[in-house]
């Protein structure tokens, strides 16, 4: 069966700091990868997306991730953290044609310390 | 244009009562998508429509069901409610070939 695993529940880090959230995925075929934000109170935004060719992915706000598929892992990554980052981030994996269904991780909250 | 929109955006009702929750997508979207988020569970798909047919439908009772109308817009009704049907319910719609979702901002279920 499909399968999320953000393994970190909540990770500070100091503003100006790198950021990686980790992400680890189980599915049989080459999978649809996202990154989700969701401020308090909001929806969620959609950060990058992984469909197919380079494994190096960029997205809004400065946000990059890597597929790797030897390691089943799309992990997020910031170089410089804004305190405005601040928020929980979710991973998911959905599969071609059923994109409005996606399995998301149980997400990663990311505080900022000043 | 205008992004997902979903009403009511709060409300409160008792055990056993019904609640109907809509869902607008953002213009010329034809998929729909239902989650349901908890503190426990995450986030959780309920079902998916696409042109007025549902497409997919996740692990959850028969009391959740939903609908999509000719103008794309949708429903989802919850019968019977329990205590644990408390949650943030997350509305998203799709256009069919992008494959990214656009999430509305929820319409919270507190049930007492």
């Known amino acids: 069966a499909q399968s999320v695993t953000q393994p970190d529940i909540h990770i500070t880090v100091s503003e100006g700091a790198s950021l990686e959230l980790r992400c680890n995925y189980s599915?049989?075929?080459?999978?649809?990868l996202f990154w989700y934000v969701q401020s308090p109170g909001q929806g969620l935004q959609l950060l990058l997306k992984?469909?197919?060719?380079?494994?190096l992915v960029q997205g809004i706000k400065g946000f990059e991730a890597e597929f790797k598929r030897s390691q089943s892992s799309f992990n997020l990554r910031k170089p410089s953290v804004h305190w405005s980052d601040a928020a929980e981030y979710f991973c998911a994996v959905g599969a071609q044609g059923s994109q409005g269904n996606l399995i998301f991780g149980k997400g990663t909250k990311l505080s900022v310390k000043p | 244009k205008a992004g997902v929109t979903q009403t009511p955006r709060y409300l409160i009702k008792t055990r056993g009562q019904q609640v109907t929750l809509s869902c607008s997508p953002i213009?010329?979207?034809?998929?729909v998508s239902w989650y349901q988020q908890t503190p426990g569970q995450g986030l959780q798909f309920l079902f998916e429509?696409?042109?007025?047919?549902?497409?997919n439908k996740g692990n959850f009772p028969g009391r959740f069901s939903g609908r999509q109308f000719s103008n794309s817009r949708s429903e989802m009704n919850v019968s019977t409610l329990e205590l644990g049907d408390s949650a943030l319910y997350l509305c998203?719609?799709?256009?069919?070939?992008?494959?990214?979702?656009?999430f509305g901002e929820g319409s919270r279920l507190t049930v007492l």
């Open positions: 992984y469909f197919s060719g380079d494994t």
């Open positions: 213009s010329g979207h034809r998929s």
């Open positions: 599915y049989g075929a080459t999978p649809y």
């Open positions: 429509y696409f042109s007025e047919t549902q497409r």
């Open positions: 998203a719609s799709s256009a069919e070939v992008a494959g990214e979702l656009f």
